[in-house]
C-alpha cells in the first residue's frame, strides 16, 4: 500500500498520466468530478486537462477507459476549449474505443463523437470517422458508419455533408462483412430520408439484390421532409423555438418556418467526376474525318460510351466540340447527326456549366440543322440543344438564335420558336428582363403571322411561355400590334405553359419585380406565396386598363419598350388608357365626318373648303375653341385631324388660315388621346411647312406635341424619313434644327440612331449649306448624348467637314445633356424600382450600343488564318495575329459570331513567347471594344483564360492582362465573370503574382456593384488562404478585397466559411473579418445606378475612350464612372495619389503587416549632425571605398536602425536583389509623405543607394536612379542644400555609374547630375566630375567631359574650380586622348568656354602640341560660334540659399522670406580675377576706395565726368548687342534697387536652362501673389511678358524636340508661367499696362501652346492645356480692352496671311475675338474706337472682302461683321466720327461698310449722315469731340511713355501732328518732366528726318544712354571693349546707371544730366506699321545690327565679335562686379548718416 499513498497525494492532473491503472482511475474519477462542478466555460481549469484528453479515450486499461470516455464527454460537452482536442481525440476513438467488445464504451464513443460535432466541430469528426472506414477492423467500420448515420439523423444533412459518405457507400456494399454491409444499408436509407433521388445516380451500380432491398426500404420512409432533431450550439436557441411552437400546437407554421432549412441536394454534386478526354481512342480525330460513315460512327459511338458519365471532368473540350458540330453540321449521314447530337448532350450534361463556353459555337449549328425532317435526329437535336440550354444563358445565345429566327425554313422557324419556348421555361422574370424579351417578341410576332401553321403555333407557345414567366406587364407593350384573336390564342397557350421553376419562378418573379403583374400593387408582393396562383395566371381583367412598359430602372434605360409603350402603373397617368388607344384602326373620310361633325359645329365642317379664304379663317377659329373645349375622352382626334388634311389641306395658300390650322393639331394632339394613325395623316403636311417662314414655327410646335402623345423615336423616324424624301433643302434643315431641340427637351432614350445616321450622312452631302450646318447641329446634340463613339460614323467624310463635327464636338464636350423636359410623364419609372436589379448591369447602356451597325467578320476568320495563330513557327503566328488585328481594325464593330477565333487567340494567351502573349491581349482589347456587350458570351472561354496571364512574371504582361480584363469587364459588367466556379478556379492557383493581381481587380470592381451572383462564396475559401499566404504582396491585396467580400456576401457566410480552417488559421482569419466588418462599405444605393451611368441616357461611360474624363471637366455625369474606382467612395480609406496607392493601407491590414503601415523614416532629431561628428570625429569608418566592404555595410545597418523602420531595414539588407526593388518603390511611395523623415536620414539613403551601385543587378540600379531622380526634386523644391558630408560620400559613387555601358543608365546619371545642381552648388560639383575625367573607363571620362562643358555653359567660369586656367588645362589634356569619345567631349568642353569665354581661353589652357592645338582650333572654326554674353545661368550658381550652417538643424531650409533682391544678391558669386578690371575706359572707372574715404564733401567734379567725350561713346550705339538686360524703363523708379532686381529676374525668366527660368518664375509669382508687392512690377510688365512668352517659343521649339529633356520638367515649366500669367492678369492695375504688341505675341504662344499634340500626349498635358485655357480667358477679360482687341485684330491678320499657320490657330484667334465682341457691351466706353477701326480698316485693306470669301473658312468674314455689328449696334451713328486715324478714309472699304450697316440698322436714309462724315473728315475738331482727342493724345503719350510702345507712339504722335498741325500737345507735355519733354522732342526730330530721308542723326552729348535694353541688343562698343573681371565687355550705359546711382545716394540732382530719352528712340527703325510686335522690333534691330557691324569692322573685333540671336540673353556684367559695387555703395551710404 505504500505505494498507493504515494500516488495519492499527486495533484488531478499527474494522477491521469501515472502508469499505474488505479492511480489514473482514480484520476478519471476526480477530474470528472472536477468537470461537473466548473461552471464557467472559459475557465483556466479546463486548459490543465487539454493534452490529457486524448490519453482520457485511449487508455490501455478498459474499465478505466470507461471512466475516462465518461470524464471525456463531460470535459467536450463544457469545456471553452474542447474544440482544438478534436482531430486527435477522435482518432483515438476510433482507432481504441471502436474496437472494444463493451457496447457501453463504444456509446460513450459516439456520444464524444457527436458532441464533437454540437460545437461545431462537424468536418473534423466527419473526417476522422471517413478515415475509419478504411481501417481493416469490421468493428471499427461498422461503429463509424453508425456513428455517422446517427450524427446524419440527429443534425441532419446540412451539417453532415453527404458527398463524400456517398462517395464510400458502393466500397462499403461490397464489403466481405455482413455487419459493414447491413449498416451500410441502414446509413443508406437515412440518407436517401435527406435528399431523396438525388441518392439513385450514384448508386446505380450496386449489386441488384442490394439496390432491390434498398427501394423497398426507400418505399416505407415517410414522405414528409426530415428535420434535425439536434442542433449545433449556434443553433440551439433555435431549437428552444421549435420546442415551444410544438407545445403550443403550432407545429405546421414551424413546420413552415424550417421547411427550407433542408438543402435541395443536388444528384450532380454527389458524382465523381470522370476524365474522358484521355480515354477517347488514339485515332478518335483522324476516325471522325474518314470518309466510311462506319468509322465514323465507330468514333462517335466510342465519345458516346464515354459521355454516358453522369459527370465529366473539366477540361478543353474545344476540339471534341468542333470534331461533334462538324459532324452535326457538315454529315450527309443523318445517323451519325443523331448520334452527334447525343454526343453533344452527354458533354453538355456531363459538364453542365463548364459546357457554356462551347455553347455559342455549337448553337447556330443545331439550329440550322433542324432542317432534317427525321424525327430520331430532330429529337436527337432537340434534346442537345435543350441540354447545352442549360450550360449557359439566354443571354449569351440570345444573337444565334435570333440570328437563325429569320431563316426562309419553315421547321426551322418552328424547332427554333419551341426551342425558345422551352427555354423560357427554364427562366425568371429576373433572368429574362426587357432588353431579351424584346428583340424576341418581335422576332416571334413575325412568325405568329407565318404562312406555315406550325410555325406559327410554335411562336403562339413561345409567347404564351413568355407571358407566363413575365407576366402580362412587361410582355404587353411588345404585343401592342396583335390583333385580339392571335392576343387570345397567346393568353390560352399561356395558361396551359408548366413551368420548370413551378412555384418557384412565380415567387422569383414576385420578389424580383415588385409588380409582376399589371393590376396588382406592390404590397401585395409580401404575401406572394400564399397566393402564388394568380401570379403565375395572370387574370385577364385589370390588364386593359394598365399601362405597358414594366418600369424598369432609371431613366437611362427608360428606352421604350414599343414605340407605343408608355407609363408605369405607379404613375397616375391621364394617359393611361394609352396601350390600347395606340393603335388605332384606320377610319375611312365618310367615318370621319360623321365623328367630326358630332363634335363641331356645322358650320364649320361646311367652309372647310370653301373658296374665300377669311371664311376658311373663320371656320378655323370656331375649330379651335370647339377643340379647346372639347374633353380628352370625347375627342375624335383621327376624325378632326382628317378634316384639318380635307382639300386644300396641306396645301392651304392663306398663311394666317395655315398657321390656325398647324396650331390646331397641335391642340388635338396635346388635349386628346392622339394615336400614330392620326400622327400619320399629319405628318407629312406638317414636314412640308417646317421650312415655311411664317408657318415654320406652329408646324414645329405640331411636330413637338405628336411627339409627346406618340413618342419622339417614332415621330422622329417619320419626319426624317419624310423630310428626306423631299428636295426642299429649307425644310430639311428645318427638320434637323427641330430634332435637335427635340432630342434637347425630350431626351434621348429610344431613339434609333441607325436611321438618323443615313439621313445626317445624306445632309451632310447637301449642297445647301443650311442643311449641312444644321445637321452638324444636330450631331453636336446627339453627341452629348451618344459620346465620341459617334464620330466613328463619319470617319469617312471629307476632312473638311470632319473637322467642322470635331469642332461642334468639341463645343459640346464637357456639357452634361440637359434633363429631358418634355415626355418625362410617360417614360418616368414609379420611384426606384427594383425590379430590374438582377439584370441591370445586362442593359448599362444598351441603346447606344444597338446603334453600331456592327461587321460580321466570322467569314474572314479562316481554318488558314486560325491554323496560322497556332503555327509551330512564331513568326508566323505573329502573322496570323497581325492578320486578325487588322481585321478587327477594320471591321469597327463587330457582331459575336468570330468563329473559331477564340480557340485560336485562347491558345496565343499562354504562348511562350511573351511579345506574342502581349499581342494577343492587345488584340482581345481591341475585341471587347469592337464587340462591345456581346463579348460576353465569350468571357469563360477567352475571359478567364486572360484572368490566368495575370499570373505572368513578367511585370509588363501582367499589365497588359489587367488592362484587357478591364476592358472586357466595362462592356460586360462584372457578373459574368463571377458566375461559376472559374473565377475561384483562378484563384486556387498558387501563383503569388496571379493572387495579388486578381484580388487587387475584384477589390476595385466589388464596391462598384449593387449585386453579385452567389458563385463569389465559392472565392472565399482561397481568399482565406491568400491571407495567409507566403507572399507578403498577396496577404495585402487579399486584406484589401476583405470587406468588399464581405458587403456582398455579409459577416455571416463569410464567418462560416472560415469553419474548414485549421484552428490557427481561423482566429486569424476570424480577428481579420471582425476587423473588416468594422470598414465594410456599403453596398452603393440605387441612386449609384445613376452615378455609375451617365444620367439622363448621356453616352454610357464605356463609350467614352479614356481621355473623356479628362475631357469632361464639367460634365459631372461622365465623371462619376471612374469614380467608385478612384475613391473608393465607400467609407473604405481613399486612397491618396495615385503614387501613394499602395502607402495608405486599407485599414484591414493584418498583424504583420500592421507594422508597416507607420512611418518609414523616424526623425531623430539630431541624428544627422551626430553622424558627422562621428564621420568627422573618426568613432566610424569614413565613407570611402573603392568595393564596399563588409564593415562599411554593417555600419552602415547599424546607423540606420535607429531611423528606419525595421521591416523596410531588413528589405534594404536582404541578400536577395528583388527586396531590394521593394524596398525602394516603398521609399517612392513614401517620398511625398514623408519629407522631413527623408531629409533627416538622407545621408543614410544615400550611402545605402551608393552600395546598391555595386549591385550587378540593372533593374535595381535602375529602379535606384528612379528614386534619385525623384528625391532630387524633391529636396530642390524643399529648398533643401546639400551638406559636403553628404555630397562627398555620393558623388564620386555616382559618378562611376556615368561610364555605364547602358544607355539608359547613363542618361539617368546625368539627369541626377543635372538637378544635383539645384541643391549642390555647381562649383563644389566640378571638383568631383574632374575627378571622374582620370577614370579608365573612357565612356565614364567622356561623359564627364561632356557634363563639366554643361556646367560651364549654364554658370560661367565661376565654376571651374579651383582656378579656370588649372580646370581648363586638365580638360585639355584629354584632348590628346586615344578614345575617340573622349577627344570630342575635351574639344567640345573647350569650345563650350570659349563661346562663353573668347579668346581668353587659349592664355587659360597653356601650350598645347601642335597637334592638339590644331584640332581645337578646327573645331573652334567649325562650331562658328561667337562669343555670347556670359549664359543666364551664370547668376543662378546654386546655393542661393547658403546660410550659416544651423548646428541643429537637420536641414538647411530657406530662410525667412527675404526680400527679392537680397536673394539674387546672394546668388551672385563673389569670386572675380582683379586683372581684368585694368581694360575699363578711364572715363568709366570709379575710383570707388576713394569715396569711400570722403566722409561728407561732395564732388562737384562729377557731372564734368560723364559729359566727357560722350560723342564718342554714341558711334557705336549704333551697333546693339544682346547683352545688358533692360533695367525699368519707367523714369521714375529708375534709381531704385527694387527696380534694376527684378529687371534682373525677368532677365532670367527667358534662360534657355528650365530651372533658373522656374526660379526666376516662382520670385516673380512670390511678388505677384503679395498685394503689398506686386506694384513692385509695375513698368515691368511688357519686358516681363515677353521674356515669357520668349521662353513659351524656346520651350516649343527647343525643348519639345529634346529627347534629352524629362518632359516633367516641361510640364513643370508651363505650369509656372501659366500660374505665374495668371496671377498676373488677375491683378487689373498690372494687366492693364501689356501693350499690343507684346499682347500679340503672348497671344500667339498661348494658341500655339494649346494646339501643341505634344503637350496633349503627356500625361498631365490635358491639365496645361486646361489652364491655358483659363489663362487666355482672364488675358481677354482683364488687359486692356483696346490693347488686346488690337492685338487679335493684328493677330488673326497674320494668321490668315502666313500659310503655314493652321485653320485651327485661326480659328481659336476667333474665338477669342468672339469672346472679345461678347464683352463689348460692358467695355465699349474704355475702349479707344478710333484704334481699333484703324487696325479693322487695314484687316480690310489687306483682306478686301473678295479675297475673305476666297478662304476655306467663312469664319474670318463672319466674324469681321459680327465686330463691325456690333459696334454700330453699341455706338450707332456715332461710330462714323471714330474714323480719324484713317488716313484717306473715302477709299476706305470700312466706311462704306458701316454706312450700309448703319443704313440697314435704321430704316431710313443713311445719306444725311454720310454727309456728315465727309464733313466730319476734314473737321475732325468739330466733329469729335475735344474729349475723344484728348483721349486719342492719352493714348499716344501712354504709348510713349510704355517702354515697349515709345517708338511706335512717337510715329503716331508724329502723324498726328502732321495731319492736325494745330493740335494742342502742349498740356500732355507740361505735366511731364523736363527729361520726359526733351526726349519727345527728339524722339519727333529724329523721325522728322528719317522720314524726310536725311539719314541718322549724329549722336550728341545730350543723350545718355540708358539700360532700356529688353528687347533690344546692347550696344557693342567699337571703341576698344570695354571689358569687366571676366574680360567680357559691358556697354557705357552699365557704368552710367552706377555713376547715376552714386550722384543720387551722394545727393547729386540727376535731372539735368541724367533725364534724357531711351536709346529706343534713336535705334528704331522708322516704318513699323502701326502694331509692331516686339518680336518684329527686335528682329529689325538685328538687321540693323548687322548692317551697321559691316559699317564699324574695325580691326579689333575679332576677338569680341557678337553673336546676334533673337533668344534675351541676360546682363553679362560680371556678378561678382555688380555685387562689390553694391556692398560699397551701401558702405557709402551709411557712412553718409
Keep these: 500500500m505504500g505505494d498507493d499513498s504515494e500516488w495519492m497525494k499527486l495533484p488531478v492532473d499527474q494522477k491521469c498520466e501515472h502508469k499505474l491503472w488505479k492511480a489514473r482511475l482514480s484520476g478519471y474519477e476526480e477530474a470528472l468530478k472536477i468537470f461537473q462542478k466548473i461552471k464557467d466555460e472559459k475557465s483556466p481549469e479546463w486548459s490543465k486537462f487539454l493534452g490529457l484528453i486524448k490519453k482520457f479515450v485511449t487508455d490501455s486499461n478498459a474499465v478505466v477507459q470507461l471512466k475516462g470516455l465518461e470524464a471525456a464527454l463531460v470535459y467536450v460537452e463544457n469545456a471553452h476549449v474542447a474544440g482544438k482536442t478534436t482531430g486527435e481525440v477522435v482518432s483515438g476513438v476510433v482507432s481504441k474505443v471502436f474496437n472494444q ?59 453532415i455533408l453527404l458527398k463524400p459518405i456517398i462517395k464510400v457507400l458502393p466500397k462499403l456494399f461490397e464489403s466481405r462483412e455482413k455487419a459493414v454491409r447491413d449498416e451500410a444499408k441502414l446509413i443508406a436509407v437515412e440518407i436517401y430520408r435527406w435528399i431523396r433521388d438525388a441518392l439513385r445516380p450514384p448508386l446505380q451500380n450496386i449489386n441488384s439484390v442490394q439496390l432491390k432491398e434498398l427501394e423497398e426500404e426507400w418505399v416505407k420512409l415517410p414522405t414528409g421532409t426530415p428535420k434535425p432533431s439536434r442542433f449545433l450550439r449556434s443553433q440551439q436557441e433555435l431549437e428552444a423555438k421549435l420546442e415551444q411552437q410544438q407545445s403550443a400546437g403550432g407545429d405546421a407554421e414551424g413546420g413552415g418556418d424550417d421547411g427550407d432549412e433542408v438543402p435541395q441536394i443536388d444528384a450532380y454534386e454527389l458524382l465523381e467526376a470522370v476524365e474522358i478526354l484521355s480515354k477517347l481512342p488514339k485515332d478518335f480525330y483522324d476516325k471522325i474525318e474518314a470518309k466510311k460513315w462506319q468509322e465514323r460512327k465507330e468514333a462517335l459511338e466510342a465519345v458516346e460510351v464515354l459521355v454516358k458519365n453522369p459527370k465529366l471532368e473539366a477540361g478543353d473540350y474545344a476540339d471534341l466540340v468542333k470534331a461533334l458540330k462538324k459532324v452535326v453540321g457538315k454529315d450527309t449521314n443523318v445517323m451519325l447527326v443523331a448520334l452527334a447530337a447525343k454526343c453533344l448532350t452527354g458533354l453538355a450534361v456531363g459538364l453542365r456549366k463548364k459546357f457554356g463556353q462551347y455553347a455559342g459555337h455549337v448553337v447556330p449549328t443545331i439550329l440550322e440543322k433542324f432542317k432534317e425532317k427525321k424525327p430520331q435526329v430532330v429529337q436527337a437535336l432537340q434534346e442537345a440543344i435543350d441540354a447545352i440550354f442549360l450550360t449557359t444563358t439566354l443571354q449569351n445565345i440570345s444573337e444565334d438564335v435570333l440570328a437563325v429566327m429569320d431563316n426562309k425554313n419553315p421547321t426551322i422557324k418552328q424547332q427554333t420558336s419551341l426551342f425558345i419556348a422551352r427555354s423560357f421555361r427554364h427562366c425568371t422574370a429576373s433572368t429574362l428582363p426587357k432588353s431579351l424579351l424584346k428583340p424576341f417578341c418581335a422576332a416571334l410576332l413575325k412568325h405568329i403571322n407565318d404562312s406555315a401553321p406550325e410555325v406559327r403555333d410554335a411562336a403562339f407557345e413561345a409567347l404564351g411561355t413568355a407571358l407566363k414567366v413575365v407576366g402580362e406587364k412587361a410582355v404587353n407593350p411588345f404585343l401592342a400590334d396583335v390583333d385580339k384573336l392571335k392576343l387570345d390564342k397567346i393568353k390560352e397557350c399561356s395558361e396551359k405553359v408548366e413551368l420548370v421553376h413551378g412555384k418557384k419562378a412565380g415567387l422569383a418573379a414576385d420578389k424580383k419585380d415588385f409588380k409582376p403583374v399589371a393590376g396588382r400593387t406592390a404590397t401585395s408582393g409580401a404575401a406572394g406565396d400564399k397566393d402564388t396562383k394568380d401570379i403565375s395566371a395572370p387574370k385577364p381583367g385589370p390588364l386593359k386598363k394598365a399601362p405597358a412598359t414594366k418600369a424598369g430602372g432609371p431613366p437611362k434605360k427608360g428606352k421604350p419598350a414599343a414605340p407605343g409603350g408608355a407609363g408605369s402603373a405607379g404613375t397616375k397617368n391621364k394617359k393611361g388608357l394609352e396601350t390600347k388607344e395606340i393603335v388605332e384602326p384606320e377610319l375611312s373620310v365618310e367615318v370621319c365626318e360623321e365623328k367630326a361633325s358630332a363634335v363641331l359645329p356645322a358650320t364649320c365642317i361646311q367652309l372647310l373648303d370653301s373658296s374665300n379664304w377669311k371664311e376658311r379663317l373663320a371656320c378655323m377659329e370656331e375649330f379651335q375653341k370647339a377643340v379647346e373645349l372639347m374633353d380628352r375622352t370625347e375627342m375624335p382626334c383621327q376624325a378632326l385631324v382628317r378634316m384639318l388634311a380635307k382639300k386644300p389641306g396641306w396645301k392651304e395658300t392663306n398663311f394666317q388660315v395655315m398657321q390656325m390650322k398647324l396650331h390646331i393639331v397641335a391642340l388635338i394632339a396635346q388635349k386628346g388621346n392622339f394615336s400614330k394613325t392620326s400622327a400619320q395623316i399629319v405628318l407629312d403636311g406638317l414636314v412640308d411647312k417646317i421650312g415655311d417662314v411664317k408657318c415654320g414655327n406652329n408646324a414645329k410646335e405640331a411636330m413637338t406635341a405628336i411627339a409627346e402623345a406618340c413618342m419622339l423615336p417614332w415621330t422622329a423616324e417619320q419626319v426624317m424619313s419624310m423630310a428626306f424624301s423631299q428636295k426642299n433643302p429649307k425644310n430639311q434643315s428645318e427638320t434637323l434644327n427641330w430634332l435637335s431641340n427635340a432630342i434637347k427637351e425630350f431626351g434621348f432614350s429610344g431613339l434609333n440612331v441607325k436611321a438618323f445616321i443615313s439621313n445626317v450622312k445624306t445632309a451632310l452631302a447637301a449642297t445647301n449649306p443650311a442643311v449641312r450646318t444644321s445637321a452638324i447641329t444636330l450631331l453636336g446634340v446627339m453627341y452629348l448624348y451618344v459620346g465620341p463613339s459617334l464620330r466613328m460614323f463619319f470617319e469617312d467624310e471629307k476632312p473638311a467637314l470632319l473637322s467642322q463635327i470635331d469642332a461642334e464636338f468639341e463645343k459640346m464636350q464637357g456639357q452634361s445633356p440637359p434633363a429631358p423636359t418634355r415626355g418625362i410623364s410617360k417614360h418616368s419609372v414609379s420611384g426606384t424600382d427594383e425590379g430590374e436589379d438582377g439584370d441591370e448591369p445586362d442593359e448599362v447602356g444598351t441603346d447606344v450600343v444597338d446603334l453600331l451597325p456592327r461587321t460580321e467578320i466570322s467569314d474572314k476568320i479562316t481554318s488558314e488564318l486560325v491554323s496560322k495563330i497556332g503555327d509551330k513557327n512564331w513568326k508566323i503566328r505573329k502573322e496570323g495575329l497581325d492578320e486578325v488585328a487588322a481585321i478587327i481594325n477594320e471591321a469597327k464593330f463587330i457582331q459575336p459570331n468570330i468563329g473559331e477565333l477564340p480557340t485560336a487567340l485562347k491558345g496565343r494567351l499562354n504562348d511562350s513567347n ?628 527684378i529687371n534682373f529676374i525677368i532677365s532670367q525668366v527667358a534662360s534657355g536652362d528650365i530651372n533658373t527660368s522656374i526660379q526666376a518664375l516662382t520670385q516673380i509669382d512670390e511678388v505677384l501673389r503679395q498685394e503689398d508687392k506686386a506694384e513692385a512690377m509695375s513698368g515691368h510688365i511688357d519686358q516681363f511678358l515677353i521674356a515669357t512668352f520668349m521662353q513659351l517659343r524656346l520651350i516649343y521649339n527647343t525643348h519639345m524636340a529634346d529627347e534629352k529633356l524629362e518632359k516633367d520638367e516641361i510640364i513643370k515649366l508651363y505650369s509656372c508661367i501659366i500660374g505665374n500669367m495668371i496671377s498676373l492678369f488677375q491683378i487689373e492695375s498690372l494687366a492693364r499696362e501689356a501693350s499690343t504688341g507684346v499682347l500679340k505675341d503672348l497671344m500667339h504662344g498661348l494658341i500655339t501652346l494649346m494646339l501643341d499634340s505634344r503637350i496633349e500626349d503627356l500625361e498631365e498635358g490635358q491639365q496645361v492645356i486646361r489652364s491655358v485655357n483659363l489663362l487666355v480667358v482672364k488675358v481677354l477679360e482683364k488687359s486692356d480692352q483696346t490693347n488686346i482687341l488690337s492685338a487679335l485684330l493684328v493677330l488673326l491678320q497674320d494668321s490668315l496671311l502666313a500659310t503655314a499657320s493652321s485653320p485651327k490657330f485661326s480659328e481659336l484667334v476667333m474665338k477669342c475675338l468672339w469672346r472679345m465682341v461678347r464683352l463689348l457691351p460692358d467695355t465699349i466706353n474704355s475702349i479707344n474706337l478710333d484704334r481699333i477701326l484703324l487696325d479693322i480698316h487695314i484687316f480690310m485693306k489687306v483682306f478686301p472682302k473678295e479675297k475673305l470669301k476666297q478662304c476655306k473658312s467663312e469664319f474670318p468674314i463672319r466674324t469681321l461683321k459680327t465686330l463691325l455689328h456690333t459696334l454700330c449696334k453699341l455706338k450707332g451713328p456715332k461710330i462714323l466720327d471714330h474714323l480719324t486715324m484713317i488716313d484717306n478714309k473715302n477709299e476706305s472699304e470700312l466706311e462704306a461698310h458701316l454706312c450700309r450697316m448703319m443704313k440697314h440698322s435704321m430704316d431710313q436714309t443713311g445719306s444725311k449722315s454720310e454727309k456728315e462724315t465727309e464733313k466730319g473728315a476734314s473737321r475732325i475738331d468739330e466733329k469729335s469731340s475735344k474729349a475723344k482727342v484728348n483721349d486719342f493724345l492719352a493714348e499716344i503719350f501712354k504709348k510713349i511713355g510704355s517702354k515697349e510702345n515709345t517708338k511706335e507712339g512717337l510715329a503716331e504722335l508724329y502723324e498726328y501732328k502732321k495731319k492736325y498741325s494745330d493740335a494742342d500737345i502742349e498740356p500732355f507735355l507740361k505735366n511731364s518732366s523736363q527729361f520726359f519733354q526733351s526726349y519727345v522732342e527728339r524722339g519727333l526730330r529724329v523721325i522728322e528726318m528719317e522720314r524726310e530721308g536725311k539719314g541718322r542723326l549724329p549722336a550728341s552729348a545730350g543723350i545718355s544712354p540708358q539700360t532700356e535694353v529688353t528687347c533690344m541688343p546692347a550696344p557693342t562698343s567699337t571703341v576698344s571693349s570695354i571689358g569687366n573681371t571676366n574680360g567680357e565687355e559691358v556697354g557705357p550705359s552699365v557704368y552710367l546707371e552706377r555713376l547715376k546711382i552714386l550722384r543720387q545716394r551722394c545727393g547729386l540732382d540727376n535731372t539735368k544730366q541724367d533725364e534724357r530719352p531711351p536709346l529706343t528712340s534713336l535705334l528704331s527703325k522708322p516704318a513699323v506699321p502701326p502694331v509692331a510686335s516686339s518680336t518684329d522690333m527686335l528682329h529689325s534691330k538685328l538687321s540693323q545690327l548687322r548692317e551697321s557691324r559691316e559699317q564699324h569692322q574695325h580691326s579689333d573685333l575679332d576677338s569680341n565679335q557678337t553673336h546676334s540671336s533673337g533668344t534675351m540673353t541676360t546682363s553679362s556684367s560680371s556678378t561678382a562686379n555688380i555685387d562689390d559695387l553694391k556692398k560699397r555703395l551701401e558702405r557709402i551710404k551709411s557712412s553718409r548718416k
Excluded at 122 to 130: D, G, K, N, P, R
Excluded at 135 to 148: D, G, Q, Y
Excluded at 1340 to 1366: D, F, H, I, W
Design 914 to 1541: 511573351k511579345i506574342l502573349v502581349q499581342q494577343t491581349l492587345n488584340i482581345l482589347q481591341q475585341l471587347a471594344v469592337a464587340m462591345g456587350p456581346n463579348i460576353k458570351q465569350h468571357v469563360k472561354n477567352l475571359g478567364i483564360p486572360i484572368i490566368t496571364v495575370l499570373g505572368d512574371s513578367k511585370n509588363n504582361v501582367r499589365a497588359a492582362a489587367l488592362a484587357t480584363v478591364n476592358a472586357w469587364a466595362e462592356q460586360t459588367g462584372m457578373k459574368e465573370w463571377l458566375e461559376g466556379e472559374d473565377l475561384s478556379e483562378e484563384l486556387k492557383r498558387e501563383n503569388p503574382f496571379l493572387r495579388q493581381e486578381l484580388l487587387g481587380w475584384l477589390a476595385e470592381k466589388l464596391p462598384t456593384l449593387r449585386s453579385t451572383p452567389t458563385d463569389l462564396i465559392l472565392c472565399v475559401p482561397h481568399l482565406y488562404s491568400c491571407l495567409e499566404d507566403r507572399n507578403g504582396d498577396v496577404r495585402k491585396k487579399a486584406q484589401d478585397a476583405l470587406p468588399f467580400f464581405m458587403m456582398h456576401l455579409g459577416y455571416e457566410k463569410m464567418a462560416k466559411a472560415t469553419g474548414k480552417l485549421k484552428p490557427t488559421s481561423k482566429d486569424q482569419v476570424l480577428a481579420m473579418l471582425e476587423k473588416a466588418k468594422a470598414n465594410m462599405p456599403a453596398k452603393p444605393a440605387a441612386s449609384a445606378k445613376g452615378t455609375s451611368k451617365p444620367m439622363g441616357g448621356s453616352a454610357p461611360a464605356k463609350f467614352q475612350p479614356a481621355s473623356a474624363p479628362v475631357e469632361d471637366s464639367v460634365s459631372s455625369t461622365v465623371e462619376t464612372k471612374p469614380d467608385p474606382k478612384k475613391a473608393k467612395a465607400l467609407g473604405v480609406s481613399s486612397k491618396t495619389k495615385s503614387a501613394q496607392g499602395k502607402k495608405v493601407p486599407s485599414k484591414t491590414s493584418l498583424k504583420e503587416d500592421e507594422d508597416k503601415s507607420g512611418p518609414i523614416f523616424i526623425v531623430v532629431p539630431n541624428g544627422k549632425e551626430q553622424r558627422m561628428k562621428d564621420e568627422k570625429g573618426l568613432k566610424v569608418l569614413k565613407w570611402n571605398f573603392t568595393t564596399p566592404r563588409d564593415e562599411y555595410i554593417e555600419q552602415l545597418k547599424t546607423q540606420m536602425s535607429s531611423c528606419v523602420a525595421k521591416w523596410l531595414q531588413d528589405e534594404m539588407f536582404h541578400s536577395d536583389f528583388q527586396h531590394h526593388n521593394k524596398a525602394l518603390a516603398v521609399m517612392v511611395d513614401h517620398l511625398e509623405s514623408e519629407k522631413e523623415g527623408v531629409i533627416g536620414c538622407l545621408d543614410l539613403i544615400l550611402k545605402w543607394l551608393t552600395l546598391r551601385f555595386f549591385d550587378t543587378n540593372t533593374s535595381v540600379l535602375m529602379k535606384a536612379l528612379e528614386y534619385l531622380k525623384l528625391l532630387f526634386t524633391l529636396l530642390s523644391e524643399e529648398e533643401y542644400h546639400l551638406t559636403e558630408n553628404e555630397a562627398s560620400s555620393f558623388i564620386p559613387y555616382l559618378i562611376l555609374k556615368v561610364g555605364e555601358p547602358k544607355d539608359v543608365i547613363r542618361k539617368d546619371v546625368r539627369a541626377i547630375l543635372n538637378r544635383m545642381c539645384l541643391v549642390y552648388p555647381a562649383s563644389k560639383m566640378f571638383p568631383f566630375i574632374m575627378e571622374g575625367t582620370k577614370s579608365k573607363n573612357s565612356k565614364q571620362r567622356a561623359e564627364c567631359l561632356e557634363e563639366l562643358g554643361c556646367l560651364v555653359e549654364s554658370y560661367g567660369m565661376n565654376v571651374c574650380q579651383p582656378t579656370p586656367g588649372k580646370a581648363l588645362k586638365e580638360i585639355a589634356i584629354h584632348i590628346g586622348d586615344r578614345d575617340n569619345a573622349v577627344r570630342n567631349a575635351a574639344l567640345n568642353t573647350i569650345v563650350t568656354v570659349y563661346n562663353v569665354h573668347g579668346d581668353q581661353v587659349f592664355k587659360l589652357i597653356g601650350t598645347l602640341s601642335e597637334k592638339d592645338m590644331s584640332m581645337l582650333e578646327e573645331r573652334i572654326k567649325r562650331s562658328a560660334k561667337r562669343p555670347s554674353a556670359a549664359p543666364v545661368k551664370q547668376m543662378e550658381e546654386k546655393p542661393p540659399r547658403t546660410q550659416s550652417v544651423n548646428s541643429n538643424a537637420n536641414m538647411l531650409r530657406k530662410g525667412p522670406a527675404e526680400d527679392m533682391s537680397s536673394k539674387l544678391n546672394q546668388a551672385r558669386s563673389m569670386s572675380g580675377h582683379p586683372e581684368a578690371a585694368q581694360m575699363v575706359r578711364r572715363e568709366f572707372q570709379l575710383d570707388l576706395d576713394e569715396i569711400e574715404n570722403d566722409n561728407g564733401t561732395v564732388r562737384c567734379e562729377m557731372p564734368e565726368l560723364v559729359q566727357h567725350k560722350l560723342d564718342d561713346i554714341f558711334e557705336p550705339v549704333l551697333i546693339p548687342e544682346p547683352k545688358i538686360r533692360a533695367v525699368s524703363p519707367h523714369f521714375d523708379d529708375m534709381h531704385s534697387n527694387t527696380a534694376s532686381t
Design 101 to 159: 467488445p463493451k457496447a457501453k464504451a463504444k456509446e460513450l464513443g459516439i456520444e464524444i463523437c457527436l458532441m464533437y460535432i454540437e460545437i461545431e466541430k462537424a468536418e473534423a469528426v466527419q473526417e476522422e470517422l471517413l478515415k475509419g472506414l478504411d481501417n481493416k477492423n469490421p468493428k471499427i467500420v461498422v461503429a463509424c458508419i453508425e456513428t455517422l448515420r446517427k450524427a446524419l439523423s440527429e443534425f441532419g444533412s446540412k451539417i
